[in-house]
């Protein structure tokens, strides 16, 4: 007679990919999250589309606030009640936006792994970091035997490059320090070698040199694991570090996608432009830093549906701008953007030459 | 890149986590003092048979209301000729009882119904947190008084209406430790692993609310012992003949004003059982540093 858990840990196979697999992992199309308050809804994310490829990253990028984080956070779907999704999600062939709450929680950390921004607040601080990873190795039936998962623990530590590992895995997180506990987070992550990785800004509490090393990690993770990663980040250094592809958010949109070396050298949207300018580079003078005027709407704010969202503080906007949302259209092979008045790519001077104008 | 990380290794090596028993010795001393009278209480119970010096139950009435100092019962006697210093002593086992047994009992289901409704979708929240409003709403000794009298006197009794008031305090602070842990990352974190909201409440939850909570069951276990001694004084407690602190302090009550200083006997141990509970409270709020207002 099979048990509810036989039925259950079919349902989830059914799910898992193929290691060979090099089909779109991911697909998310129209997503879009709806937030209640009191004071009304907020749309978070309006309408977003990408996939997500075994071996490939895509980076999601934009300033704070552009819905970067609850894309990520949307397709695991962290928000639980408080957040109402539309649009779809699709695993392989299944639809996560409406799997059951069972095998939801069965994919999270098992088939999509997540790494957070903080690693000194997203481990437990009274649990030692061996029984962590213990953890999530035993609740996905990895290895449910306590010290057989302790072995295979610390093999996880020396995979993300920590040879001290049997002291770290007897460690507190507050014994740690900050890239430590940042690999220690990339380790329960791909503990149960998931088909696809998010990382929400994995390297933003990371000092530079640490940040190179984490990403690095990643890059070779990818590889050896054939990994579809999604990277979320406001940063274009590290876009261009570890990205294939890349999709440009603001106001809950994307703005922008197409191969990285494509976007961030030529882009088709001026707000990728704007961010690309507004990038300090060895070099450039003092004052000649050109950052986008302005903030992007905050939560409150209203932003209208038949509008570019950029318009305010776009330079190249016109009047038609604040009446019609332009869609994604090719500017060039590979590469969509959603500006009307550029229709191509956007002229630019190097900040260098700005400084000399 | 290695060497790198093996530095990293050993930058971590240097930070050692004091134990609890080297703070201990460190530092505060409301666990010291408060622990110690609390220790001594304890001892005092346990020891009743071995320490008290004559029966607490049976006296003479021809020694009745000898005051205190009297050679042979440093502490006087009752109106009934009873030995106060053995029925102070013997009194100690349902002081301590009362005051503790509620707290345990009211400690888990409160905790229990706090981190449901800390965790739970609002509906569920609302549900819980303004059921126990209600209970919040009475002032606590009335209720108990309510409930006890309900029930009728007898230890048992008396430990029931406690516990059933404790609930709502003990339940409202766990249930804004919850809320304020909710926010931490390593939450979500759980979640993204794939944990369930009943793993998370075990693994992350209990052990990351249990100091706060811990200290404010401490600092209320003085406040249960002075409820209860209020319950025995009503005649809702301890039946007599047994002793009881309470219940002693409303027999000597009757002879105030010709022997004071025997009704401030059992007053007195009240007091300092009660005081010794909220030092101790104190004491470890230090010892665990829990940040301030959150066990309040």
């Known amino acids: 007679m099979p048990g509810r858990d036989t039925i259950r840990r079919t349902r989830a196979e059914d799910i898992t990919l193929r290691a060979d697999d090099t089909r779109q992992v991911l697909t998310v199309e129209g997503l879009e999250v709806t937030f209640k308050r009191r004071q009304g809804e907020i749309k978070a994310v309006r309408g977003v589309d990408f996939s997500l490829t075994a071996g490939r990253t895509l980076v999601l990028l934009g300033e704070s606030g552009c819905g970067k984080s609850v894309t990520a956070r949307a397709i695991l779907r962290l928000y639980g009640r408080s957040a109402r999704l539309g649009g779809s999600v699709r695993l392989g062939e299944t639809e996560l936006t409406t799997l059951d709450d069972t095998t939801m929680s069965q994919l999270r950390g098992a088939t999509i792994g997540m790494v957070p921004q903080d690693p000194s607040g997203s481990l437990d601080p009274l649990r030692a970091v061996g029984a962590q990873i213990v953890e999530v190795l035993r609740r996905h039936d990895v290895e449910p035997d306590g010290p057989k998962a302790r072995v295979i623990a610390a093999g996880l530590l020396e995979r993300v490059g920590i040879h001290d590992s049997q002291r770290v895995l007897r460690s507190f997180p507050f014994e740690l320090s900050g890239g430590m506990r940042q690999r220690i987070a990339i380790a329960i992550a791909i503990a149960c070698r998931p088909r696809v990785l998010i990382a929400d800004e994995p390297t933003t509490a990371l000092d530079v040199t640490v940040q190179a090393q984490v990403l690095k990690l990643f890059t070779e993770l990818q590889r050896d694991l054939n990994m579809a990663l999604l990277l979320v980040t406001h940063d274009v250094g590290v876009t261009r570090f570890v990205g294939d592809e890349v999709a440009v958010m603001y106001a809950g949109r994307l703005v922008e996608t197409g191969p990285v070396g494509q976007v961030l050298d030529r882009p088709g949207h001026p707000y990728t432009a704007g961010l690309l300018d507004a990038m300090p580079l060895p070099g450039i003078p003092r004052g000649a830093l050109r950052a986008i005027p302005g903030r992007p709407p905050g939560s409150d704010e209203h932003v209208a549906d038949d509008a570019c969202a950029l318009a305010p503080r776009c330079a190249f906007a016109n009047a038609e701008c604040s009446h019609h949302r332009p869609p994604l259209i090719e500017v060039a092979p590979g590469q969509l953007a959603a500006c009307d008045v550029v229709g191509g790519v956007v002229p630019r001077s190097t900040p260098l030459e700005a400084a000399h104008a | ?296």
Not at chain 2, 27 to 50: E, K, N
Not at chain 2, 236 to 243: I, K, R
Not at chain 2, 266 to 295: C, R, T
Request: hydrophobic share 55%.
């Open chain 2, 1 to 296: 890149m290695s060497a790198t990380t093996v530095d990293l290794a050993h930058a971590g090596a240097a930070t050692r986590r004091p134990s609890y028993l080297t703070r201990l010795r460190a530092r505060p001393p409301g666990v010291l003092v408060g622990g110690g009278i609390v220790l001594l209480l304890v001892l005092i119970a346990l020891l009743a048979p071995v320490l008290a010096p004559y029966s607490a139950t049976d006296g003479a009435i021809s020694q009745r209301l000898w005051n205190v100092g009297t050679i042979g019962h440093s502490l006087g006697t009752d109106g009934q000729g009873r030995d106060i210093l053995s029925r102070l002593i013997w009194g100690a086992r349902p002081t301590l009882v009362a005051g503790v047994v509620p707290v345990a009992i009211a400690g888990i289901l409160g905790t229990l119904l706090g981190i449901v409704a800390g965790l739970g979708r609002t509906g569920v929240r609302s549900g819980i947190m303004r059921t126990l409003d209600v209970l919040y709403a009475f002032p606590a000794i009335l209720l108990a008084i309510a409930i006890g009298a309900a029930l009728g006197p007898g230890v048992n009794n008396a430990i029931i209406s406690l516990s059933i008031v404790l609930i709502a305090p003990i339940a409202r602070v766990a249930e804004s430790e919850v809320l304020r842990l909710r926010a931490a990352d390593f939450m979500e974190a759980a979640r993204a692993s794939g944990a369930s909201w009943p793993t998370i409440a075990l693994r992350q939850v209990v052990p990351n609310i249990a100091p706060a909570l811990l200290v404010y069951c401490t600092s209320l276990v003085g406040l249960a012992i002075v409820y209860a001694a209020g319950l025995s004084f009503l005649g809702l407690g301890v039946v007599p003949p047994h002793p009881d602190w309470g219940g002693m302090l409303n027999d000597l009550r009757a002879n105030l004003y010709d022997r004071p200083l025997l009704a401030l006997v059992p007053a007195f141990a009240i007091f300092i059982a009660s005081i010794a509970f909220n030092v101790l409270g104190d004491g470890l709020k230090q010892l665990f540093d829990v940040h301030e207002g959150s066990a309040a």
